[in-house]
């Protein structure tokens, strides 16, 4: 109560027009906060809410893709021994060594998977990719970063399939 008493003892000490700016300071102070306290944290979270939804429905098409490609190769036996596209490459990378350097397969249109590796040899490497290109899968891009202390590569690819 005392401290109530100090402050408006304060108020009816200041003149009129620093009343007034004082009160134009809290209302432009409430607003500040009513934004950083709850009208950005809700846009924060639609926008992230957006962001998942977003990777959900693009992890939805590879899986649908996936779903398909084993159903055309299941009607269709003689499209490839080793059935789509994806299992074809991961299975190849497989016989080569390559399984557990694969990081990531991802279709990437018509006839195309973005490959990643991590901690593949130069030589498994490459002894995959003339194994590819031999069943009719071509290397579009690739990217190689070598690792000086493991001696082992880190490779970006876009792999086709004519």
């Not at 401290?3 to 200041?14: A, E, P």
């Not at 990081?103 to 998977?113: A, D, E, T, V």
Request: proline fraction near 1%.
């Amino acid at each position: 109560m005392e401290l109530i008493n100090s402050f408006k003892s304060r108020w009816d000490g200041l003149q009129s027009r620093e009343q007034q700016i004082l009160r134009y300071s809290v209302v432009i102070l409430g607003l500040l906060l009513l934004y950083l306290l709850i009208i950005d944290p809700v846009y924060s979270s639609r926008d992230d809410a957006e962001q998942r939804l977003h990777s959900t429905r693009e992890a939805f098409s590879v899986v649908q893709q996936q779903a398909f490609d084993l159903k055309a190769s299941l009607s269709n036996p003689g499209i490839s021994e080793s059935g789509s596209f994806l299992t074809q490459v991961e299975s190849s990378a497989q016989k080569e060594g390559l399984r557990s350097a694969l990081k990531r397969l991802q279709l990437s249109g018509n006839n195309q998977i973005q490959v990643s590796l991590e901690g593949a040899s130069y030589r498994q490497l490459m002894q995959w990719l003339s194994n590819l290109n031999l069943q009719g899968v071509k290397a579009q891009r690739v990217d190689i970063q070598l690792d000086r202390k493991s001696e082992l590569l880190a490779v970006q690819l876009l792999l086709t399939r004519s």
